[in-house]
């Protein structure tokens, strides 16, 4: 069964200092892979998404991410981190339904602090 | 452009009440999306409608939950009655998949989300 792992909890860094999550994933075919944010009391709006090409993918807000098939993970990487950046962090793996990939299974999120 | 309206955004209630929660979806978007979010927890698929037809529902507890979606539209998600167990975040959100058989863009909208009490 497809799965999703985020090893981090929490997370606290510094502003300024940069930042990785972790994900990794399990999945039989190539994985449709997405990194969501929450901010307290909001719903979860995309970051980036990853779907074939590049394995290095560029979101919103100044966000990376890394696929690394050999390592069934899609890391999310930041090089400066902002204070507003603090909310918690979900990666996605999208089950494919015949081309569509509209079923997200999350991971149990990492909540990110951010120290002045 | 609006975005996925949900309410009620509180609703506090005692166990073996009903309670129920309606979603609005972005215009247009044809697949819409009832998640369940536990605390400390990632959201988890409860029930997906491609236009009025519900098309994944194996995880929706049917013995209590029930949804609708008449019209392909609007959305409502029904727990009758409420256990303890029930207390989360129920999120709606909606998407718009192309129709010529190319696949879905993966983007799924989320509302704020309507956060359940059972006391």
Do not use: M
């Amino acid at each position: 069964a497809q799965s999703v792992t985020q090893p981090d909890i929490h997370i606290t860094v510094s502003e300024g200092a940069s930042l990785e999550l972790r994900c990794n994933y399990s999945y039989g075919a190539t994985p449709y892979l997405f990194w969501y944010v929450q901010s307290p009391g909001q719903g979860l709006q995309l970051l980036l998404k990853y779907f074939s090409g590049d394995t290095l993918v560029q979101g919103i807000k100044g966000f990376e991410a890394e696929f690394k098939r050999s390592q069934s993970s899609f890391n999310l990487r930041k090089p400066s981190v902002h204070w507003s950046d603090a909310a918690e962090y979900f990666c996605a793996v999208g089950e494919n339904y015949g081309g569509a990939t509209n079923k997200l299974i999350f991971g149990t999120g990492t909540l990110l602090a951010v120290q002045p | 452009e609006a975005g996925v309206v949900q309410s009620p955004r509180y609703k506090i209630i005692e166990k073996k009440q009903p309670v129920a929660f309606w979603c609005n979806p972005i215009s247009g978007h044809n697949t819409l999306y009832w998640y369940r979010q536990n605390l400390g927890q990632g959201p988890e698929l409860l029930i997906r409608y491609e236009n009025e037809e519900a098309v994944d529902d194996s995880q929706l507890p049917k013995d209590r939950f029930s949804a609708e979606r008449l019209k392909g539209v609007d959305s409502t998600l029904k727990i009758q009655p409420a256990e303890l167990g029930d207390s989360a975040v129920y999120l709606c959100a909606s998407s718009l998949d192309r129709i010529n058989g190319q696949g879905a863009t993966g983007e799924l909208f989320f509302g704020e989300g309507s956060r359940l009490t059972v006391l």
